[in-house]
């Protein structure tokens, strides 16, 4: 008879919170895609200056992902994460007090820098919280609630729009976000060692099956280390491919698919939720594939499969999606496209877990930082390939390239090397 005794799930608090931080997280980032036509239309803004607006959230986000990362591997996750979320949320409630266009720049500018140690901080976390084996699914779970935040904010943003004004929303956010913020620095610890909710066993669990099963004063790691690792270069590369199709699912799909097939406001909403949906779904595939595949002993495998058909899938939604004729068609097209790109976020982030160990906040923030590069751009590139073609066509194709170089910068990634032992 089995003398083992049930492990406790109590760890799955904190994969349920690090879900509804990530979905306050893209519901804040994406009121302003919903707003766009009454934002300028009161701030008289044209397509370009909206462009820089978005664009400004994108700079911000990068420019600070690393020292945001860095502050949580080195002063603990849950005094530097409650301090981002506070300051996220200042500025999604100071967003509905500019007044012109710079107003507006600067507050977007400032709320991207506050979101930025974000998801580097929960990667930290996850470090000392999730065991190996449960890597992919926890980084599924995590991102399928930003894709859900952003699908379900569209419609509601839409209709709150419509009933209370576009200022009001943001006001509303920013308070909401100030209450997550006190729950989220009452009920999390670092590790969980420090927690005293989580039972013997299941402590002992975690620790036994985490990647490192002490920690340990963390050995510097220096920007020039990172940034001299082959692995770490080639995750930031092919992480821009991966957020810029994304990025324009966020802030340009809803006002492209508006004016291209003349949609009303909540009409467009319904339809700018289908490619997020779709991306959840990606997430929670990858997740399981991730691991699934982990389980059978091959963990370069593990990463690299789920990331290259996802991008198989990008490259395939974003090309079909131009010959559709109806707005379902082609946002059905973008959905394959979503999906794809979400299926790439679990293998990914574990990739940054894996190579980067106890300086995970530190390598997830620079690869998070490349791709929100590729966010700034998107949010430019689409106006002004517009602008100068007078079409939409050449974005996309450049989607799609970027999708095979991202491919290619799979195929020679590595998560059996980390950092500290590369030469």
Same mark, same amino acid.
């Given at each position: 008879?089995?003398?083992?005794?049930?492990?406790?799930?109590?760890?799955?608090?904190?994969?349920?919170?690090?879900?509804?931080?990530?979905?306050?997280?893209?519901?804040?980032?994406?009121?302003?895609?919903?707003?766009?036509?009454?934002?300028?239309?009161?701030?008289?803004?044209?397509?370009?200056?909206?462009?820089?607006?978005?664009?400004?959230?994108?700079?911000?986000?990068?420019?600070?992902?690393?020292?945001?990362?860095?502050?949580?591997?080195?002063?603990?996750?849950?005094?530097?994460?409650?301090?981002?979320?506070?300051?996220?949320?200042?500025?999604?409630?100071?967003?509905?007090?500019?007044?012109?266009?710079?107003?507006?720049?600067?507050?977007?500018?400032?709320?991207?820098?506050?979101?930025?140690?974000?998801?580097?901080?929960?990667?930290?976390?996850?470090?000392?919280?999730?065991?190996?084996?449960?890597?992919?699914?926890?980084?599924?779970?995590?991102?399928?609630?930003?894709?859900?935040?952003?699908?379900?904010?569209?419609?509601?943003?839409?209709?709150?729009?419509?009933?209370?004004?576009?200022?009001?929303?943001?006001?509303?956010?920013?308070?909401?976000?100030?209450?997550?913020?006190?729950?989220?620095?009452?009920?999390?610890?670092?590790?969980?060692?420090?927690?005293?909710?989580?039972?013997?066993?299941?402590?002992?669990?975690?620790?036994?099956?985490?990647?490192?099963?002490?920690?340990?004063?963390?050995?510097?790691?220096?920007?020039?280390?990172?940034?001299?690792?082959?692995?770490?270069?080639?995750?930031?590369?092919?992480?821009?491919?991966?957020?810029?199709?994304?990025?324009?699912?966020?802030?340009?799909?809803?006002?492209?698919?508006?004016?291209?097939?003349?949609?009303?406001?909540?009409?467009?909403?319904?339809?700018?939720?289908?490619?997020?949906?779709?991306?959840?779904?990606?997430?929670?595939?990858?997740?399981?594939?991730?691991?699934?595949?982990?389980?059978?002993?091959?963990?370069?495998?593990?990463?690299?499969?789920?990331?290259? &058909?996802?991008?198989?899938?990008?490259?395939?939604? &974003?090309?079909?999606?131009?010959?559709?004729?109806?707005?379902?068609?082609?946002?059905?097209?973008?959905?394959?496209?979503?999906?794809?790109?979400?299926?790439?976020?679990?293998?990914?982030?574990?990739?940054?877990?894996? &190579?980067?160990?106890?300086?995970?906040?530190?390598?997830?923030?620079?690869?998070?930082?490349?791709?929100?590069?590729?966010?700034?751009?998107?949010?430019?590139?689409?106006?002004?390939?517009?602008?100068?073609?007078?079409?939409?066509?050449?974005?996309?194709?450049?989607?799609?390239?970027?999708?095979?170089?991202?491919?290619?910068?799979?195929?020679?990634?590595?998560?059996?090397?980390?950092?500290?032992?590369?030469?």
């Amino acid at each position: 008879m089995s003398t083992d005794q049930p492990i406790p799930k109590k760890r799955y608090g904190f994969f349920a919170g690090s879900f509804l931080i990530t979905l306050l997280l893209y519901i804040d980032r994406v009121c302003i895609s919903s707003a766009k036509d009454s934002i300028s239309a009161d701030l008289l803004l044209n397509d370009i200056e909206m462009g820089w607006v978005l664009s400004a959230f994108a700079l911000g986000y990068a420019l600070f992902q690393v020292p945001g990362g860095a502050l949580g591997d080195k002063y603990g996750v849950r005094k530097v994460m409650t301090s981002i979320m506070v300051i996220w949320s200042i500025f999604t409630a100071l967003t509905g007090f500019a007044w012109n266009y710079i107003s507006m720049l600067l507050a977007r500018f400032i709320f991207g820098a506050g979101e930025a140690g974000a998801f580097p901080n929960i990667s930290r976390a996850a470090y000392s919280w999730v065991p190996l084996k449960e890597r992919g699914i926890f980084q599924g779970i995590n991102f399928s609630g930003s894709r859900l935040g952003a699908a379900f904010a569209l419609p509601l943003v839409a209709y709150l729009i419509d009933a209370w004004g576009w200022r009001t929303i943001f006001y509303f956010f920013g308070a909401v976000g100030i209450l997550c913020s006190i729950l989220f620095y009452l009920l999390f610890r670092n590790k969980p060692e420090e927690h005293s909710g989580i039972s013997e066993i299941e402590k002992d669990f975690i620790i036994k099956n985490r990647q490192q099963k002490k920690e340990t004063p963390a050995e510097p790691l220096s920007i020039s280390k990172i940034l001299n690792s082959k692995n770490v270069i080639l995750a930031m590369i092919q992480y821009i491919g991966s957020n810029f199709i994304f990025f324009f699912m966020l802030t340009w799909l809803f006002p492209y698919i508006k004016a291209k097939y003349d949609l009303n406001l909540v009409t467009t909403g319904f339809y700018a939720m289908m490619p997020l949906l779709a991306g959840a779904l990606g997430n929670w595939v990858s997740g399981y594939t991730v691991d699934a595949i982990y389980k059978t002993g091959k963990w370069k495998a593990s990463r690299q499969i789920p990331a290259i &058909i996802g991008f198989i899938l990008v490259i395939t939604g &974003i090309i079909s999606s131009l010959y559709m004729d109806t707005a379902l068609g082609a946002v059905l097209c973008l959905s394959v496209a979503i999906f794809g790109a979400d299926m790439t976020l679990s293998p990914s982030w574990s990739f940054c877990m894996d &190579i980067g160990k106890e300086h995970s906040g530190k390598v997830s923030g620079m690869m998070n930082m490349a791709g929100n590069i590729g966010a700034f751009a998107t949010a430019l590139a689409f106006p002004y390939l517009q602008s100068w073609t007078g079409s939409n066509d050449p974005f996309f194709f450049l989607a799609a390239i970027l999708g095979m170089i991202a491919i290619v910068c799979w195929i020679y990634m590595d998560s059996t090397k980390p950092i500290i032992d590369e030469n």
